[in-house]
């Protein structure tokens, strides 16, 4: 059984830059795609980005393209995702997920394994 753990969330203000950090335990962190996603109050749970077992493939919502990089230190079982230029609507608790195929994918259905979320708020 895999744990995840996310770490790195704070109230920040916009144009403010974020790193999250997921820990995992549990499994073969190199076995398992990763990916981040976020839940703003009332709205669904969407993907941000995805990383493949060894970084070789990435993916990002349009909207974070170009201010968020996803990364993956598989020596320390840890996942990051570095947010720049923060807007308010980055607004959302994130989580971070692991599936055990090779590539991520955007469907939370798709994950396997979630951890507790981290609170990220930027105010304007």
Known sequence: Q?????SGGGLVQAGDSLRLSCAASGGTFSLLSMGWFRQAPGKERESVATISWRAESTDYADSVKGRFTISRDNAKNTVYLQMSSLKPED???YYCAARRLRIGARQST????????????VSS
């Open 2 to 6: 895999v744990q995840l753990a996310e």
């Open 91 to 93: 607004t959302a608790v």
């Open 110 to 121: 798709d994950y396997d394994y979630w951890g507790q979320g981290t609170q990220v708020t």
